[in-house]
Each structure stands twice: as C-alpha cells, then as structure tokens.
Nanobody, 126 residues
C-alpha cells in the first residue's frame, strides 16, 4: 500500500510559478512510476505529467510541455511538479498518482495508476 500526500498548492497570479510536492509512504516508492493529473471545475480529470521509477524518463501533456517539469527524489520518497508561466486555465485540483507495478514506463493513462493522493488546489488569478 502506498499513501500519497500532495502539498504546495495555493493562489498565484498569472505568469507566476508554483512547485507541487507529493510525499509517498512505503519502501517501494523508488520502483514506481508516478504521475500528476488535474481536474478543473466542471471538467474531466486530465493528464499532466509522468515519470518513471528512476527519473530517467518523463512524459508530458502536449499542451504543457515547456512550462511544467516533473522530477523525483527517491531518497525523499517525493515527486515534484514545477509549474512556470501559470495561466488562469491551469486552475484545478492537482493529484499525484502511483502505479503499483514495478519499473514501468511513465503513462498518461489514469487507469494504470493504483494509488491517488487527496489533491491540492491551484488557483491562478488573471
């Protein structure tokens, strides 16, 4: 079992930056692919970024490439999402997720993820 706790959300002006963190419990974190998703009010959950177990492979939603960066520190059981040049349309609840299968490639498919955090709110004002 893996428990995930996101932090770092908040209110930021358009053009600003935020770094989200996702702290994971359990000794298997370093073997798991991780992903970030988001859900805006009235919209479906959408993929943001994913990273493989080692951090050597990443995958992004096309619309977010160049602004968002996913990374991880296995020694700290933490995955990060650096968000730059934020826009009002980035406003959403951001969730991190873990794939319980070991040593998988990063994926945008939410059904591949088995563990989810409670989410952290990001609000970008214009």
């Amino acid at each position: 079992q893996v428990q995930l706790v996101e932090s770092g959300g908040g209110l930021v002006q358009a053009g600003g930056s935020l770094r989200l963190s996702c702290a994971a419990s359990g000794r298997t974190f370093s073997s798991l692919a991780m992903g970030w998703f988001r859900q805006a009010p009235g919209k479906e959950r959408e993929f943001v970024a994913a990273i493989n177990w080692s951090g050597g492979s990443t995958f992004y939603a096309d619309s977010l490439k160049g602004r968002f960066t996913i990374s991880r520190e296995n020694a700290k059981n933490t995955v990060y999402l650096q968000m730059n040049s934020l826009k009002p349309e980035d406003t959403a609840v951001y969730y991190c997720a873990a794939d319980r299968k070991y040593y998988m490639d990063p994926t945008a498919a939410d059904y591949e993820y088995d563990y989810w955090g409670q989410g952290t709110q990001v609000t970008v004002s214009s």
